[in-house]
């Protein structure tokens, strides 16, 4: 700006430092440039020498994106969706104080919400959506073709993020809800239309087929593919509290993410009992729950029903938020309550003593469809392969996930049914030979994969892998070899496969491709997308 003392810092600086940028990268060769949208205001695609210039599209919808998109569209820009209101993950996953985040942008986004996010026609969001002071919003479509969109990208910003465990909270799950809105056009998702209306009050979105669609993803998040982020690469994905309330002395509670723990405490958290179902605890208890994750090592923050009356005097309990958790309430009347007593656990298997299987010594994790159901008859359900948390490989029951049950493993004991060998059932040991994850190729000696929360050489990963009994025809040498043939097996050919169905845990899910730096298309299976959606920019829509 010395030089040419035309050029206004408030009006031309960003234009002009995009200009000199864009003829640095092409200096140097590289082929595409992307900026965040105000950068690029009233600049067009014609004015770069690089062909592909795109905008990281951040305007909130109801402070008019619907009409920044439109215009963004007229430039030949390409499009890549990172509205804050939808797609930033420095907001809270929900309105509560406890809950990290700021509020500029909206009061909360949740899973439910980025997976509810209809990019290709930004103003259905005004329908299933609201703003964000918690009003409807009323949003028309602009008469002007579809605007033609390039990808979604979803942001942690990290000012706010002290701790690593912070910053993996505040990105995961809800990053693989990201995944899920790129590779897949829901049924729900409707196209374009000008001069359509949407607010609060309309009926055009099927939002039957939405809670439909989100059911289906929420089981398969919650069942599977949070514990593989958190027992295979070690990412501390956030647990969401519990939901609860007492009617009749009766505690209710339930969770949003199916097959996670809860457990709930009636002395403040002194002690835990596990939450099998609805449960009695007497009327004008200060109750406390918390969700876990399947093994138990993810905790939720904890939530109270609280102002309920003291159980040991006449009043009402006084609960300072202010103070630590487990500070003493201390009634109206002066008193000091008493530690109520804990209800005695659910019994489980009552008057069973045969086990169905043999389980490995000291192995704590068994395959079943949740914690509660494992626990009501332990000495059915199969201890997982190699007493490691992960896939079952049950062929009867497919698709259920290994939980960590202690309970469990002291009745296997107890009954008997305990073997030092690494897997055995009454049926035998798994048949068939050893898995490979890279049958006849060849293998990359020296490149490295994360299993079981731990890193192995590839050279040595068939033989960590099969110390467990898996065989090659089992459902989890299956998923083992999706999930690690690209980094460990040198493959015949090269260049890059035509995008197919991929085959994973025993249902087919469309791959995922995503453009890397250098443009070269990357496939990635829908439990990779977490792994793709950090080392690369953004993911590419319906590729």
Not at 181 to 200: C, F, I, K, M, V
């Amino acid at each position: 700006m010395q030089e040419d003392p035309s050029i206004s810092i408030d009006t031309d600086a960003a234009n002009y430092w995009a200009l000199k940028v864009n003829q640095i990268l092409a200096q140097k060769g590289i082929r595409e440039m992307v900026a965040w949208e105000d950068g690029l205001n009233g600049m067009t695609k014609e004015e770069f020498e690089i062909a592909e210039v795109s905008v990281n599209f951040w305007s909130t919808l109801f402070w008019g994106a619907t009409d920044v998109l439109v215009e963004a569209s007229k430039t030949g820009f390409g499009v890549i969706m990172a509205n804050p209101d939808y797609l930033y993950f420095d907001f809270p996953y929900e309105v509560h104080p406890e809950e990290r985040g700021y509020y500029w942008g909206t009061r909360e986004n949740s899973v439910y919400k980025v997976f509810s996010f209809a990019p290709e026609n930004l103003p259905q969001n005004a329908e299933t959506s609201v703003d964000r002071d918690g009003n409807a919003m009323d949003v028309t479509t602009p008469v002007w073709p579809a605007p033609v969109i390039k990808g979604i990208q979803g942001q942690t910003w990290s000012e706010t993020v002290r701790t690593e465990t912070q910053h993996q909270e505040m990105t995961f799950p809800r990053v693989l809800a990201v995944a899920e809105r790129a590779w897949h056009r829901g049924s729900w998702e409707l196209d374009w239309t000008p001069n359509q209306n949407y607010q609060g009050t309309t009926n055009h979105v099927p939002k039957d087929q939405l809670a439909a669609d989100f059911k289906g993803f929420n089981s398969v998040l919650g069942c599977r593919e949070v514990r593989k982020i958190w027992q295979r690469l070690g990412i501390s994905y956030r647990v969401p509290p519990p939901g609860a309330m007492i009617e009749g002395g009766i505690l209710i509670a339930n969770t949003e993410l199916p097959c996670t723990r809860i457990q709930y405490s009636v002395d403040r958290g002194a002690n835990w009992s596990e939450y099998f179902g609805s449960v009695e605890v007497g009327e004008g208890k200060h109750v406390s729950l918390k969700s876990l994750s399947s093994d138990g090592a993810l905790e939720s923050r904890v939530v109270t029903i609280d102002q309920e009356e003291c159980s040991s005097c006449q009043g009402v309990c006084e609960s300072n938020p202010l103070e630590p958790f487990n500070t003493p309430q201390v009634c109206s009347d002066g008193s000091t309550p008493q530690s109520p007593s804990l209800p005695p656990p659910p019994s489980s298997n009552a008057g069973e003593s045969t086990a169905l299987y043999k389980n490995p010594a000291g192995n704590e994790f068994f395959c079943g469809d949740g914690f509660a159901t494992i626990t009501e008859s332990c000495l059915s359900h199969k201890p997982c392969p190699g007493g490691l948390s992960g896939v079952c490989d049950d062929e009867i029951k497919k698709n259920q996930g290994c939980f960590k049950v202690s309970q469990c493993a002291a009745e296997y004991e107890a009954a008997g049914a305990t073997t030092t060998e690494a897997y055995s059932t009454q049926q035998g040991t798994l048949p068939g030979e050893r898995c490979r994850i890279c049958g006849e190729e060849e293998i990359h000696s020296e490149n490295t994969v994360f299993f079981e929360g731990e890193e192995f050489l590839c050279r040595e990963f068939d033989g960590v892998f099969n110390e467990g009994g898996r065989g090659a025809d089992s459902p989890s040498c299956t998923l083992a070899k999706e999930l690690y043939t690209d980094t460990c097996c040198i493959k015949s050919g090269g260049g890059a496969p035509a995008p197919s169905p991929t085959v994973f845990d025993g249902g087919e899910y469309p791959s995922l491709w995503i453009m890397d730096p250098k443009g070269a298309a990357t496939k990635c299976s829908l439990t990779l997308a977490l792994a793709c959606a950090i080392v690369t920019s953004f993911f590419v829509m319906h590729a």
